[in-house]
């Protein structure tokens, strides 16, 4: 009975912190408040970052959502393949049809007191070829920041996910120039940026961000070991991941070691530059046992929040699950990992 008025009153202080933050319109959150709407997170995978919704196994639905509300998670990001529901000549514009189910999700995720990141993701075109398609990029951020503007700062923007390739070379020039153009529309908004290679935490300090800029989140992946957490997955384009089938994670001294080191750089980079970090993606295979997976997830949540990380874990339904499609329901030794009680 306790562990419930516990969840319950949890649920209501977060409640209470989303809902007068958005009755502070003329007082906006800072950026360590906003971000720590983002401290248990739920990445709502292989849905909008599909070409079509249902294409790879989810389509999202409000009940979904209270149902991650209902789990004890604080905010849902979205990740969004946008080059496939946009005109690919100028002016470039948006699909309004897909525009407006986006703006369902939002409002749907606002009514369960839900932060909510709007994510870029999925583009080879700007990748391979930055300069052919910057002003697709561009024009993507133009629209977003103009439809977007009246919304509270519950809704934050994550300008492009693990940048790599021909990118990494000019990504600060391009997000810089992807901030200023969000900047004239959300002065205030929260925006999510990470590293190179694929947001990698080996990559931060190649992170240079303007120090005008006091609204700005920084992000990276991590998937340490890939060995555990790549197993069986066959797109994965390094190693032999069928061969990995099998794979535990104990917790040994050596396997928290390979992890803690990669948190230990980003915690240092961020106290030096006095920003606050979301770790943005992590998790592990449905391959890996449950035993193993459980042990993992647990390992890097209670590290991120020593740190001070806030946390989005890969992912819902799909993939890397956390809750069994299947069966309609959440696969509960993985919840009890990220959610303790």
Known sequence: MTAKINVVALNMLLSLLFSSAVKANNKPMDITEANKLLAKTMNIAFTF??????????????EELKNIKAAGFTAVRIPIQWVTRMDSVAPYTINPAFLKRIDEVVGQAQKNHLAVIIENCIDEQLMTQPEKHKDRFMALWQQLSAHYASYPQQ??????????????????SYFNSALAIVRKDNPTRPVIVGPGLYNSAYYINTLHLPDNDQYLIVTFHIYNPIKFTMQGEQWFPIGKPMEWIGTKWTGTPEEQNEITYCLDMVAQWATAHNRPVFMGEFGASNNADIESKAKFLAF???QAEKRNFTWGVFSYNVGFSIFDKAANQWRSELLKALIPG
């Open 49 to 62: 970052d599909a070409p079509k919704e249902g294409a790879w196994g989810n389509t999202l639905t409000g």
């Open 155 to 172: 809704v934050m923007f994550e300008l492009m996910a693990e940048p790599h390739a021909a990118l990494e070379k000019v990504w600060e």
């Open 300 to 302: 890097y949540r209670e």
